[in-house]
């Protein structure tokens, strides 16, 4: 199981909110190109990346940081990126930049129209972001509750061809409460392609209990505040994944 740092993207920085909210952003590093090596050097085997402002604004506002941490760190390990992809131009943008996949969000639930032509012209690089609240899908940062259940619009994205699922409970994100074991299973149970857990990611115990469920389509979790404050130790994470799940 993959252990995934987060590098989100906020006016060129490194930082991390509270529940997605933009007000409560703590800034982790000045420097998210060095961030990216950090990772690396501790033996990332993906980084995920979010442009933050690009996820409120609808359109990439981090190119600049995003093209420098592709170049620094892209030909070393894979890159998934979202945050503002809205269309097929932006897609091709950043796959044919050296990002190895793209993640759609919100513009996956308003308009699925374009994630099925994204997954038809970019196969196996298209990853659906799903954040929900007690089952219920959000959007537009969060910032709207859409009414659509969480297992029945993964299942519909599958059927489109998506690569994976990013499932995040927004009501644990950023607060280190714990990653939401049951909602997680509940639909890696309901998919056939692969989960990753996002949100809540407190400690090692965490990881072990996410390890202990890998098995039914869980490929990995995407962890942040928790290794920018300390209370995981990403070393000591992929180590004991590596023991549980190979």
């Given at each position: ?19 997605g ?5 703590t ?8 961030m990216?090596?950090k ?9 995920h ?28 390990i894979p ?8 269309n ?42 799903l ?15 859409t ?18 699922i990013?499932y ?15 909602a ?23 990881i072990k ?21 300390g ?6 994470a ?9």
């Amino acid at each position: 199981m993959l252990i995934i740092p987060a590098i989100d993207l906020k006016d060129g920085k490194c930082v991390r909110l509270k529940q997605g909210q933009m007000e409560k952003s703590t800034i982790f590093s000045e420097n998210p190109v060095e961030m990216a090596r950090k990772w690396v050097n501790l033996g990332a085997q993906r980084l995920h990346l979010v442009d933050l402002d690009g996820a409120f604004a609808g359109k990439p506002v981090n190119e600049s940081a995003i093209k420098s941490i592709v170049s620094e760190v892209g030909a070393d390990i894979p890159i998934q990126l979202g945050g503002g992809i809205r269309n097929l131009d932006t897609v091709d943008k950043f796959i044919n930049s050296g990002v190895d996949s793209v993640i759609i969000g919100t513009a996956a639930v308003t308009h699925p129209g374009f994630l099925h032509e994204a997954c038809f012209a970019f196969p196996g690089q298209i990853v659906v972001g799903l954040d929900a609240k007690d089952g219920d899908v959000a959007i537009n940062g969060w910032a709207k509750l859409t009414g659509h259940n969480v297992i029945e619009l993964a299942q519909k994205f599958e059927d489109y061809g998506v690569e994976s699922i990013i499932y995040t409970d927004i009501g644990r994100d950023g607060m280190l409460s714990g990653v939401n074991i049951e909602a997680t299973v509940k639909l890696s149970e309901s998919l056939k392609i692969p989960v990753v857990a996002s949100g809540g990611v407190s400690n090692i115990s965490d990881i072990k209990a996410l390890c202990n469920v890998a098995n039914i389509g869980i490929r990995g979790v995407i962890t942040g505040t928790a290794i920018y404050e300390g209370t995981l130790d990403f070393e000591a994470a992929q180590q004991l994944a590596k023991e549980l799940t190979g």
